[in-house]
């Protein structure tokens, strides 16, 4: 008998993907063929996306509108798509930094709230032993603490992360250790995930 798994996407670590196989492969990332892939041969029951809207400033500029109108429309793609589900949560704040390389200062976005939102999720859903597996798209730390409450639920929760030096992307060894398995996903494997 098949397992069910719940799929949650960590949609900041999504967009890290995305860049990653976008600039490996010149493919974009599609978010019903990943959820498919990593539940291959089980029961797929749902996909949580967990994203904070962008940064808009008390005068948006154009940029930000743009961005803004567009996580809207990824957002509405998402809740179309059969078990499926964006789950709208936390804020993204500006967060400056200073390149060492060329000594410039720049402003990043950074979400906030999404890692606590994926987390009480996480342990509501394994004590209402919603499914068994439990497959978490992510490499933030932070979640390293529900993963363990889920799993004394008896439920299993794999952890599914790219690492990659030359592309700035990496997954946390701490959340991996702690996940009843790690998967680790190159350009090859997220290439069959890929937009057709």
Do not use: W
């Not at 960590?10 to 892939?37: M, P, Q």
């Not at 940029?63 to 809740?79: G, L």
């Not at 979400?111 to 978490?136: C, H, N, P, W």
């Amino acid at each position: 008998m098949a397992a069910k798994v719940v799929v949650m996407i960590d949609g900041g670590y999504f967009g890290h993907l995305s860049f990653y196989l976008r600039k490996g492969r010149g493919k974009s990332l599609d978010v019903e063929k990943l959820s498919l892939k990593v539940s291959e041969g089980e029961q797929h029951i749902r996909t949580k996306f967990y994203h904070a809207n962008p940064y808009q400033s008390r005068q948006p500029t154009d940029i930000e509108k743009k961005r803004f109108k567009n996580a809207q429309k990824f957002q509405y793609a998402v809740n179309r798509i059969k078990n499926h589900e964006c789950v709208g949560v936390g804020r993204v704040r500006p967060l400056p930094i200073h390149c060492p390389l060329c000594s410039g200062d720049y402003t990043v976005p950074k979400q906030k709230g999404v890692d606590v939102a994926i987390a009480l999720d996480l342990v509501k859903m394994a004590r209402k032993r919603v499914a068994d597996v439990f497959v978490l798209i992510s490499g933030d730390e932070d979640l390293a603490s529900a993963v363990e409450m889920a799993q004394e639920e008896l439920c299993n929760v794999i952890v599914y992360f790219a690492s990659d030096s030359g592309y700035g992307i990496y997954g946390s060894s701490k959340l991996g250790n702690v996940a009843s398995d790690r998967v680790r996903m190159d350009q090859d494997f997220l290439e069959k995930c890929a937009m057709d």
